[in-house]
């Protein structure tokens, strides 16, 4: 079986950062990353982009080729397109890569597994013609192709950034129907002097409005009762402002309110996780290096809270630099150091999220679904199932497998476990920490007999 000083799960900021300053500091890297190319979410294929598509996509996007370039160090194997699928005593990877198996043992891993597009389930998102404006994004970035014809809907400085791309790739979404009130601008303005320090970011915010509204993208703003019509097809989006009933007809919705920590792998090995009520979503339990209750594995990036791509590149090297002083690579001075300039810039590149976070919550009307909404797409199972399995007895999400099976699809609950989660805590009247998440357990990813048959464990030497 290889064998390595240290496996980062994730090639995005966080772990593209880390592997560069781990192998600085001597360290054998493994990278495992299910994409064909590092970047990570943001950074996704920034390798491949051609001038149009850099202009398309803005100068945040280009930066990550630092990242990608610094890859490129003796000490660090990327393997692309590697599926982590099971971790075991803290050391262990299993993973496929073209169809074959295979494990390696690292002395410490890294979870970079980044985040996740918060579910937002309303009537008609399962829909064809109906996807998350990540994914609509994915495409722009993969492939140059922009969706037409399309509303963006939900909240968050991600939306801004989408429209603002769609307009410079020349197909500008119809509209906007946004669900952050005045009341949570409001809320938000108790942080507004902290945020001031991340001011970069806030002035990012506004460009972006600038941009739209010189584009002529209509914004429509405090939005609730949001759903999407259409027979076969998505064909219009339907929402109330104030006293006004709108439709507005389109071949392709964009949904996004927010990105969550992608947990998956951490629970798989029972980390502890609490509830973040600012953020709305579970975090996992790590100390300010990333350090976990199982004492081998460390999490960096937006896997542990989401903070942005610049402070997951922080925390990657932070998360490194304490590996490389756990095995014996760094003095505890020299660790001291080099890490009090980076903690510095981290609490700077997080001082504006309190404000962000607060100006765009998720949207009430995902978080507290109509009965007959779907919420495991996977097994079709619905916001009023799952309350009545809640009437039924039923406490946690784990219990509701064995009632109607949500989260035992494809996605292993990806997708569903926040909503299954929020909606049987509003049903119990029991706190988010009381109900608990999902129990999850490998196979991570959907693996096939034959990928497991061809495991051959000497095959992953070298
Ligand atoms: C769809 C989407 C689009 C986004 N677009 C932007 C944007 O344009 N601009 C912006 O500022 N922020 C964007 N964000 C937020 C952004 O992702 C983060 O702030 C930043 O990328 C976090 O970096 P990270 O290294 O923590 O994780 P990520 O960049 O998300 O990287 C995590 C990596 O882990 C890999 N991974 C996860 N699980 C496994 C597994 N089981 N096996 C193998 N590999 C695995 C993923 O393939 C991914 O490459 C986006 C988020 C999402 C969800």
Not at 19 to 37: C, H, K, T
Not at 239 to 265: S, W, Y
Not at 324 to 331: F, G, V
Not at 440 to 453: D, N, Q, S
């Amino acid at each position: 079986m290889r064998k390595v000083d240290l496996i980062v799960i994730g090639a995005g900021p966080a772990g593209m950062s880390a592997a560069r300053r781990a192998a600085q500091q001597g360290l054998d890297v493994l990278i495992l990353d299910e994409q064909p190319a590092a970047g990570g979410q943001i950074y996704r294929n920034v390798g491949q982009a051609n001038a149009k598509r850099s202009e398309i996509l803005g100068k945040d996007f280009i930066h990550g080729q630092t990242l990608t370039k610094g890859l490129d160090h003796a000490n660090i194997r990327h393997l692309k397109g590697a599926v982590v699928w099971q971790i075991e005593e803290g050391t262990r990877v299993s993973y496929t890569q073209n169809g074959i198996g295979a494990i390696v043992e690292g002395q410490r891993i890294l979870l970079a597994t980044g985040a996740l597009e918060r579910p937002m389930p309303v009537p008609g998102w399962t829909l064809p013609g109906v996807m998350t404006a990540g994914a609509a994004q994915i495409l722009l970035k993969q492939s140059g192709i922009a969706c037409q014809n399309a509303v963006l809907v939900g909240s968050g400085p991600l939306l801004y950034l989408i429209a603002t791309q769609m307009v410079r790739a020349g197909v500008p979404p119809l509209a906007i129907v946004e669900t952050q009130t005045k009341a949570d601008l409001a809320k938000s303005m108790r942080h507004l002097v902290g945020a001031l320090r991340g001011w970069s970011y806030l002035l990012k915010g506004l460009h972006m409005l600038w941009e739209l509204r010189r584009a002529g993208i209509v914004r429509h703003v405090a939005a609730t009762d949001v759903a999407i019509e259409g027979d076969q097809r998505a064909q219009a989006v339907v929402f109330i402002t104030g006293k006004t009933a709108h439709r507005i007809e389109c071949d392709t919705v964009l949904m996004h309110h927010g990105v969550v920590p992608n947990t998956q792998a951490a629970r798989s090995i029972d980390i502890p996780h609490q509830w973040d009520a600012a953020q709305s979503c579970f975090v996992p339990d790590c100390d300010a290096a990333g350090r976990t209750a199982v004492s081998t594995v460390f999490i960096a990036g937006d896997g542990a809270g989401i903070g942005g791509a610049k402070a997951a590149a922080l925390m990657g090297e932070i998360a490194a630099l304490e590996i490389a002083h756990d095995l014996e690579r760094l003095t505890k001075t020299d660790r001291d150091a080099a890490t009090q300039d980076l903690h510095k810039l981290l609490a700077t590149e997080r001082s504006a999220r309190p404000f962000i976070d607060a100006a765009y919550p998720p949207y009430a009307g995902a978080i507290a679904p109509a009965d007959e909404t779907i919420i495991c797409r996977c097994e079709e199972v619905t916001a009023g199932d799952i309350r009545r399995f809640a009437g039924l007895g039923c406490l946690g999400p784990n219990q509701t497998k064995a009632f109607g099976r949500p989260g035992m699809g494809p996605c292993q609950g990806r997708y569903c476990g926040l909503s299954v989660s929020q909606i049987l805590s509003a049903t119990n009247d029991m706190s988010l920490d009381d109900t608990g998440y999902y129990r999850i357990r490998p196979p991570l990813k959907p693996v096939t007999l034959g990928e497991l048959a061809s495991m051959d464990v000497s095959a992953s030497e070298g």
